[in-house]
């Protein structure tokens, strides 16, 4: 199965979490839904109410660590293998995964290589991969075979906030991350909209600010409690309609 691949970016604030945790949960029926926090921060967990005990920047240095000690011939692809199936939180039409932290001043590139590739081969058991970037979206640059169908770009509805999206988009095309279309969404708009030409990206949609999803996160709640009827929840399915994604099949 080739799934359809989302990545959600943005300036750190702007609601990219919270986006990408709504977009999961209004695809994991019809699922299944590969969740990717993409961001060392990793808190897409706790937005979907899932406990990560383990993360692939974890998995790298203790198959690094091990590498030292096997003996020669071990693969290291099943070694990976094993361990990342141990990374992915399970739950219903919803696996997460959670990169972690990125490369240290070691030379990890071998076992970067194979990461990729054995996540690559995972994401083929998906419908969707949603994935949450990190600003710099350093691991959508390094990813190998799969390219990014839809690029959402978040901001918030200030001139600030959209000259902060061009840069993303910008990031985006000089590190030569193949997008099949890119996308600004204005989040939590309580008002009038400011100018949007200035992100350079066409508007797919906006998001109000929705007192229940501060709440929520006030409280330290999953995104999982926000009812499907709430203004949040609607403007996504909304957004996702647009794009004809979560339909099909
Ligand atoms: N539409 C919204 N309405 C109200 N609060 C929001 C909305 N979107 C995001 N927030 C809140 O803004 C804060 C930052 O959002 P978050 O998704 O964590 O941003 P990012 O992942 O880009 O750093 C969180 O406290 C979140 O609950
Ligand atoms: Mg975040």
Do not use: W
């Amino acid at each position: 199965m080739k799934p359809q691949v989302i990545a959600v970016a943005g300036k750190g604030g702007t609601g990219k979490t919270t986006l990408a945790a709504l977009i999961i949960q209004a695809l994991r029926v019809p699922g299944p839904v590969l969740a990717v926090d993409a961001d060392p921060n990793c808190n897409l967990g706790e937005a979907l109410g899932l406990k990560v005990e383990r993360t692939i920047g974890q998995l790298r240095d203790e198959v690094l660590e091990q590498i030292s000690e096997l003996p020669p011939g071990v693969p290291k692809d099943q070694l990976l293998e094993l361990g990342l199936h141990q990374c992915l939180v399970e739950d219903q039409g919803l696996d997460l995964l959670s990169m972690g932290h990125g490369e240290g001043p070691r030379c990890y590139c071998m076992v970067n290589h194979v990461l990729r590739r054995v996540i690559d081969s995972l994401a083929g058991n998906y419908r969707y991969v949603v994935l949450d970037n990190e600003a710099g979206m350093e691991h959508l640059s390094r990813r190998t075979t799969q390219d990014v169908d839809v690029l959402l770009v978040v901001a918030e509805p200030t001139p600030v906030s959209l000259r902060a999206a061009r840069r993303i988009k910008d990031i985006a095309e000089d590190l030569g991350i193949r997008v099949g279309k890119k996308f600004l969404v204005i989040n939590r708009v309580r008002g009038e909209l400011p100018q949007v030409e200035e992100s350079g990206l066409p508007l797919l949609g906006t998001v109000p600010y929705d007192p229940q999803v501060e709440e929520l996160s006030a409280r330290g709640r999953p995104l999982a409690g926000l009812p499907p009827e709430s203004p949040a929840s609607r403007a996504v399915q909304g957004l996702l309609g647009k794009l004809s994604i979560g339909k099909e099949g």
